[in-house]
């Protein structure tokens, strides 16, 4: 009797598939994400907002690049090495808006003990505390892509019994 060949479904490829169209979906997300950052703090009718909001665009396209390596560096990754999260590479993309807001003599904001204590680099309250935040759609994958990390890792170091 021949073995039945394994079905089970290979958890590296599944969170290798997940964080590349993460990859691609965050990125994606990037540049609106940084313009309406700088939207969102300067008055409709502040001088100079035309060339404030340019400078957002341009700031968005090159936080897009940034992200988008460094995102591409974690997720097709292995599993051992993905010392970090989409999340925490995203959250480095705040000093584009900041950048564009501090040239434009915004004045900060005001922020809690707790936010300015945790991100300093931040005046003005724009770091994500989820990738939602960027765009509302990448909420369930973000969490499918956090699970499958967690099945890969637990199949390489945990009892692979549990997931056959």
């Avoid at 001088?47 to 957002?56: D, F, H, K």
């Avoid at 590479?89 to 501090?102: K, Q």
């Avoid at 915004?106 to 960027?134: I, M």
Wanted: hydrophobic share 45%.
């Amino acid at each position: 009797m021949a073995a039945e060949p394994d079905t089970a479904p290979d958890p590296d490829r599944i969170l290798a598939d997940l964080g590349a169209e993460l990859a691609v979906r965050v990125a994606a997300a990037v540049p609106a994400w940084v313009i309406g950052c700088v939207d969102g703090l300067v008055s409709p009718g502040a001088p100079g907002r035309e060339r404030i909001m340019a400078r957002a665009e341009v700031a968005g396209c090159q936080a897009q690049k940034e992200i988008a390596a460094r995102l591409d560096a974690l997720l097709s990754g292995d599993v051992d090495q993905q010392r970090s999260t989409p999340l925490a590479v995203v959250r480095t993309a705040v000093s584009y808006p900041t950048e564009v807001l501090r040239a434009a003599q915004v004045p900060p904001v005001a922020r809690d003990r707790f936010v300015s204590e945790r991100f300093p680099e931040d005046p003005y309250g724009l770091t994500p505390a989820t990738l939602q935040a960027l765009d509302p759609g990448l909420g369930e994958l973000a969490i499918a892509w956090g699970a499958a990390k967690a099945m890969a890792h637990r199949r390489r170091h945990g009892d692979a019994e549990e997931f056959t």
